[in-house]
Nanobody, 123 residues
Framework: QVRMVESGGGLVQAGESLRLSCAAS????????MGWYRQAPGKQREVVAD???????IYIDSVKGRFTISRDNAKNTVYLQMNSLKPEDTAVYYC?????????????????WGQGTQVTVSS
């Protein structure tokens, strides 16, 4: 069993900050990419940022300069520091990890998701 547990969402005012965390645990062999996605009401889920095991990062244009993704490989944990939050950042945020897990003695590809955490930014 592999689990991904998120924390850190909440309600803030525009201009404030939040930090999201997501820890993966279980029979994980390796994680190539960890990332954050979000889904606002009535919209499709979109990637916000992701980071490789070598700390290469990408960001969606709307969060560049405001959000920072980082990871602790030893803890299989990914973070998203969100500064200067805007009302349009309001969404459910999901963490994602892609890599390899050990199942019944065999390695297999894995694409895991967290349960989602609500981020609400008031104007």
């Amino acid at each position: 069993q592999v689990r991904m547990v998120e924390s850190g969402g909440g309600l803030v005012q525009a201009g404030e900050s939040l930090r999201l965390s997501c820890a993966a645990s279980g029979s994980i062999f390796s994680i190539k990419v960890m990332g954050w996605y979000r889904q606002a009401p009535g919209k499709q889920r979109e990637v916000v940022a992701d980071i490789t095991s070598r700390d290469n990062t990408i960001y969606i244009d709307s969060v560049k300069g405001r959000f920072t993704i980082s990871r602790d490989n030893a803890k299989n944990t990914v973070y998203l520091q969100m500064n200067s939050l805007k009302p349009e950042d309001t969404a459910v945020y999901y963490c994602n990890a892609r890599g390899t897990i050990l199942t019944m003695g065999r390695l297999q590809d894995w694409d895991g998701w967290g349960q989602g955490t609500q981020v609400t930014v008031s104007s």
